[in-house]
């Protein structure tokens, strides 16, 4: 097999992070239909079923799109999209947390919320994947089935309450203006390159925010040039030259990076806390994490609530960590002076007390027993949708299997 395959659909926030990465980097990829049984085939091979994942030309399926665009680095180094410069590196993984964690509230609002305008999507291509063959009139009425499905585990997911809607489009709005005027400096987040960062921005300001009808209005009237960049994202014309110089971040950056390291530091400082206590609360060290260890308060503008609090964000902030106690001291120390000019070494320094690792796709303290716990909860499914008969829902059962 010299192509790789990529389990993905359009309108999925996580599959358009990977999406740009393998057409930057030109990897030949076929995307095959998700015809009956691909749920259940793929979760048997790698314990998930969210999507995207890849299946490599080694006939190896990867699940998580920040593992996927790590192997697609490692494995296709030609036109790297990952920054070796230490702040630069630092502040792309900072925005692919924000990417996977924040940015699910604005897609998530502007898509379910307004389904009418949206009905392309809602009524018509999550019926598209589930039964790609059947005749185009059948398709609204198979989603009106699966959709109301769909939207329940991402309103669960999202925690889209009523009063916190306006402070959503308030952030919103003031974002993409940001975020437009950077793009008329620049055509990508840290210079004239794409990177990871550019990549996984691409899951809500694509898949939802630039793609779904509602939204991309709105994105065309007050963004003009952030539309313009999503274009640039998934057809690269391949005249990019490099980031900026001397490990600079664009100014036109900064206020960007100010809201992101307020509201997902914050986010992800109750994530780690919920973390913690979850880790604490275990009767043993081979017990399955739970999805979301919890929930957080959250603030936003007027607005103050609960947020489910996902153990995930818990592991990718623990890798970028990682990575940053990685580097050689001088490199710290730049990293350590940019992040403390803005005072946000304190949003960005937020620690596991006990660490915690990834085991077919799913989460557990660091000394759990990888071939004990891979064996037992071989079946168990964290997503939100089916995984075929021989799965079961996620439990929290910690008994020896023989
Ligand atoms: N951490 C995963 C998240 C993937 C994810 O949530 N994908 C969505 C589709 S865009 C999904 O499969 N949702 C169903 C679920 O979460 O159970 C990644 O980065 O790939």
Redesign the pocket.
Known sequence: MDQLKFFA?EA????A?VRPMLRYKKISYIEPLYIKGIFSDVFRKTGS????QIETTQGVII????L?CDYLEDNYPEKSMLPTSPIQLTVSRIIQEFA?DFMILPAMHYRWNFKLTNWKICYYEFAQMAIPRYLFFLKPIVAANITPKIEM?YRK?GGLDKDFLPEIEKWYLNFLEKLNVHFSHHKYLLGNKPSIADCALMGPLY?HLGRDAYPKKIMLRVAPKVYQWVRRMNDPDHSDTDYMINDTIPETLLPILELIFKHQGEKTAGIIKKTNEHLESLTDVNQLLRRFSGKAEFRLGQYTGMRPTET?IAWLRQKMLTEYDALGESEKKLVNNFLEKYNWMQLFDLRLKKGIKRIRNKYYHIDADNDFVEKRDMNIN????SAGKNSSREVRTNKKVN
């Open positions: 659909q999925s926030f996580f599959s992070m079923v969210q999507m995207p699940q998580d799109t920040t996927i996977n585990a997911m898949a995930h964290q997503g939100a949708f």
